[in-house]
């Protein structure tokens, strides 16, 4: 299992949408057929004749993250009538990201968890933020502290922790074929990073976090 610590910032915030010109939707078409026939079928046989235009809508979900600005999502928050200081924390929050690499999927989950200064914001935006940037070409390091750092630089708070937990389809189903691995990675910072009992009470509120770090 890998267990990655990302407490360097390995990357900035990513731009909010992609940066090149998208190609047709005719043209997308067009190079899924040419793999259909590229794999040995016949892209004109029944069975296969709308499968273009079905993979490149499936696309538009799989990558729906790329036209999402993730700033913008996490920019309503509410100013806290009680000062509430604690850690709040979003765990098992399911995730389906796709590998950079070999464009299969990453299926996992994902827990964070913040410490709010004198404002919070909705918990569905969390997990907004965390599909926002699922639904793109990912590794799973990047993605790990692409939220993390969105956070961080959105709300500002005192702390923010992000682990995610996920197997990879790359290496399940093809090359070398190892079912039932996880790989995790986390990214701790601020009081997550310098507080000990923070961090291990956050390790300890997620499931399955204290068999995994100990
Ligand atoms: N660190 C990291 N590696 C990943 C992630 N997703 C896939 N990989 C790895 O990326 C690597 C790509 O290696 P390459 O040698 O370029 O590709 P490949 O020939 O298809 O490699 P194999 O998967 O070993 O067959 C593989 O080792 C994958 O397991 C990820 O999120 N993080
Ligand atoms: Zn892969």
Redesign the pocket.
Known sequence: MSDVLLNEPIVGLAPPVAPRKRPTREAAELAVRTLIEWAGDDPDREGLAGTPDRVVRAYEEFFEGYRIDPVDLLGRTFEQTQSYGDMVVLRDVRLESH?E??IVP?IGKAHVAYVPTDRVVGISKLARLIEVFAKRL????TLTAQIADTINEVLKPKGVAVVIEAA?M??TT???RKPGVS?VTRRLIGAFETEAELRRDFLGSISGARETFG
């Open positions: 590998c690499h070999h990453i990912q590794i799973q390091e990879h790359c290496m093809r090359g070398i790989m």
